[in-house]
């Protein structure tokens, strides 16, 4: 169960995404990027003082971005494993304020298993019991189990009903609940970009996988990174078979070499991220004093990719 301050801090990231939306989207409407300088819009003609409108709430907006921030950073301190772990230490790298809410505040530690917090964030390629909206007064027995009910859009009451129908665990298919949080997936990505640019221990299993083509053909970039230049990952030089999804839905089959530069950058990405959440899991447990089961903790701990 999550405590008060998880549930504040869950309330807190999404108040700060929709505060960044309003935002961002002021910025646009006055035609300037987030860094405040001008976009390069043509054909925008509005009157000098409703310009002005807009930057001042852009502006104000950013204010409230901040504070909020600020808000969520005080929430967080009261949290061991914030402090000892994931706010600036040798345990990861390049996971601002607001990706440490989105953990705390998405991810139970009190009862979920890890398996269940991979699944949670999306992590998992496996098949899983696909979850339906039904309307009570639709549904039947066929359709499955209840495991839930709330009122809909129109205040009228609707089952969550748990199917006999597979579906990927970490891909939405249309009809049904989607598998995974997509807020907090998307929140692991932007994460998983700092942890890059931090030079993260955890980014060692990301380019192990997978060395991004710019190092084998832009000079400007090998010449940043001298360590990766000229070399490849193991998703590089594979000529094992995947799927990839091309534009209109269509999957192929390719030897993972043959897949493009995103495939293999969105699988490693997945593979690391993965390992940090059981890092993160263990750590967790521990410094609640939770129990970690042995042959786990034996499987996992082995495989620290950090100091």
């Not at 949290?79 to 790298?93: A, D, E, H, Q, W």
């Not at 859009?153 to 009809?175: A, F, S």
Request: charged letters at 35%; one cysteine or more; proline letters at 3%.
């Amino acid at each position: 169960m999550r405590t008060q301050d998880q549930n504040m801090l869950r309330l807190g990231t999404h108040t700060f995404k929709n505060i960044q939306k309003v935002r961002v989207a002021f910025n646009n409407q006055a035609g300037r990027k987030a860094n405040g300088e001008k976009q390069d819009i043509e054909g925008r003609d509005i009157r000098p003082e409703d310009l002005e409108h807009m930057v001042a709430s852009a502006d104000m907006s950013q204010e409230l971005e901040d504070r909020q921030e600020k808000f969520l950073k005080t929430i967080l301190e009261r949290f061991p494993i914030y402090t000892k772990r994931l706010k600036g230490t040798s345990f990861v790298k390049g996971i601002n304020v607001v990706g440490s809410a989105w953990l705390l505040g998405e991810l139970d530690i009190q009862k979920d298993t890890v398996s269940k917090w991979t699944q949670f964030a999306g992590y998992n390629p496996d098949l899983v019991y696909g979850k339906k909206r039904v309307k009570k007064q639709d549904y039947r027995e066929s359709l499955g189990k209840i495991i839930g009910e709330f009122k809909g859009k129109d205040g009228k009451l609707e089952y969550l009903v748990l199917t006999d129908t597979l579906v990927r665990g970490d891909r939405k298919t249309p009809g049904f609940v989607c598998p995974f949080n997509s807020a907090l997936r998307t929140a692991l990505r932007v994460m998983a970009d700092g942890m890059l640019k931090a030079h993260d221990s955890h980014t060692k299993i990301y380019y192990d996988l997978h060395i991004p083509d710019k190092y084998r053909k832009d000079k400007k970039a090998m010449e940043k990174r001298p360590d990766l230049a000229g070399r490849y990952g193991r998703y590089d030089q594979s000529e094992e078979s995947t799927k990839e999804t091309k534009k209109g839905g269509l999957e192929v089959i390719l030897a993972w070499k043959d897949t493009t530069d995103a495939h293999r950058h969105n699988a490693a990405i997945r593979k690391m991220m993965k390992q940090f959440l059981i890092d993160l899991y263990v750590e967790w447990r521990k410094m609640e004093g939770l129990s970690v089961r042995e042959p786990y903790a034996e499987e996992y701990l082995g495989k620290k990719h950090h100091g």
